[in-house]
Every structure is written in structure tokens, then in C-alpha cells.
């Protein structure tokens, strides 16, 4: 199915970190995964993928560290 079918890599963005390259996923990609995964349907995924996001973004706009464990720490700096 389309859904399990990796995405080809020059339809992802890609950025560099401290670990080097890697691949940015879209938010199609991540709702598409919730219903492969979990059975979620994908209006609901979008608004949970929504919800999500601007949970982070609440906290972090607040001043915050966003933590996922064992996944990413997400914090807010200012450039120099």
C-alpha cells in the first residue's frame, strides 16, 4: 500500500544537527503512520498531529524545555 511505501529521498527535506544529517518527516507522513500503526483515521490523526504540535509550541513560546523521552529535548535558544 502507498501508506508503507518509504517516501523516496528527494521528497524530504533534509537539515543538518549536531548528529549529522537527517531526514525531516511531513506532517502527511506522520498522520499516514498513525493510521498504518494504530488504526487512526486520518482526520483524527491530523487534528491529533495538530494538537500536538501546538502543545510543543505553547511550552516552548513559554519559555520551556520540551522533553520526549528517548526521543528529542527541544528547547528554544537565542542566536548570537
Known amino acids: 500500500s502507498a501508506a508503507s511505501s518509504p517516501s523516496t529521498p528527494s521528497s ?3 537539515a543538518s544537527s549536531k548528529a549529522g544529517t537527517v531526514e525531516a518527516i511531513a506532517k502527511k507522513e ?3 503512520e498513525l493510521k498504518s500503526k ?3 483515521p486520518l482526520q ?3 487534528r491529533l498531529v495538530d494538537a500536538l504540535v501546538e502543545s510543543i509550541k505553547d511550552k516552548l513560546l513559554k519559555g520551556h ?3 520526549l523521552k528517548d526521543f528529542a ?3 528554544v535558544t537565542e542566536k548570537k
Do not use: N, S
Open 12 to 14: 524530504r527535506a533534509r
Open 30 to 32: 506522520l498522520v499516514e
Open 38 to 40: 494504530l488504526g487512526v
Open 44 to 46: 483524527q490523526g491530523d
Open 65 to 67: 524545555q520540551v522533553v
Open 73 to 75: 529535548a527541544i528547547k
